[in-house]
């Protein structure tokens, strides 16, 4: 079994100031990790993944994020922020490929960003 | 190229009606997963279908919800006999090839409220 656990419900930052959304996971297996973006009543938009390799990943809108796996940990980070960037954020897991949990996504509770002017 | 597309955006329904809801995976998709969103809480997976065929429906509640994905049309999430409790936002999301489940495209989600 997999569970996430975002440590922060809600992360109130100003805008150009730099930003760390927690997330940490558990998994008696390989994962692959996730983080999304939702914005109000809107589905959810991928923003980057981990499968392998370089532990640090990119994503889109200046995302990124590193995989920890001695911490078990996916934080996700921003140097700058935008107002536009104000949403609820998702970090999720998946086993990895081969293994019964394969594509089945586990999310955590959301991190809700709220970028003030 | 259209994304994924549910309908209805929202479904209102009285205690005991039944709940239909419609997802369109992206064209050339032929996986399709629904996950359930509780208020204040992160999206649970339901169940996983590939054409014709319920891959892992561990997630689904045991009665009154059932899922299909017909050779034909757009897969159905069905709730009948709603209770206040099946009130969330249900979202579909559909990925490519057996190798590539793990990249998921969401749609919008149908929001159901049960009065």
């Known amino acids: 079994a997999q569970s996430v656990t975002q440590l922060d419900s809600q992360v109130p930052v100003f805008e150009e100031a730099p930003v760390e959304l927690r997330c940490n996971y558990s998994?008696?297996?390989?994962?692959?990790l996730f983080w999304y973006v939702q914005y109000p009543n809107q589905g959810l938009q991928l923003l980057l993944k981990?499968?392998?390799?370089?532990?640090l990943v990119k994503g889109i809108n200046g995302f990124e994020a590193e995989f920890n796996k001695s911490q078990t940990s996916f934080h996700l980070r921003k140097p700058s922020v935008h107002i536009s960037d104000t949403a609820e954020y998702f970090c999720?897991?998946?086993?990895?490929?081969?293994?019964?949990?394969?594509?089945?996504?586990?999310f955590g509770q959301g991190t809700i960003l709220t970028v003030h002017p | 190229n259209a994304g994924v597309m549910q309908n209805p955006r929202h479904l209102v329904r009285r205690r005991g009606q039944e709940a239909r809801l419609r997802c369109s995976p992206m064209?050339?998709?032929?996986?399709v997963y629904w996950y359930r969103q509780l208020p204040e809480e992160g999206l649970k997976f339901m169940v996983y279908?590939?054409?014709?065929?319920?891959?892992?429906e561990s997630g689904m509640p045991k009665e009154r919800f059932s899922a299909e994905f017909p050779k034909e049309g757009p897969s159905i999430l069905r709730i009948q006999q709603v209770v206040r409790g099946d009130s969330a936002a249900y979202f579909c999301?559909?990925?490519?090839?057996?190798?590539?489940?793990?990249?998921?495209?969401f749609g919008p989600g149908t929001r159901l409220t049960v009065t």
């Open positions: 064209k050339g998709h032929s996986h």
């Open positions: 981990y499968l392998s390799g370089s532990t």
């Open positions: 279908l590939q054409k014709e065929n319920i891959i892992d």
């Open positions: 998994s008696s297996v390989s994962v692959y």
């Open positions: 999301a559909s990925s490519p090839e057996v190798e590539r489940r793990y990249e998921q495209y």
């Open positions: 999720a897991v998946s086993g990895a490929a081969g293994g019964t949990s394969y594509g089945k996504l586990t």
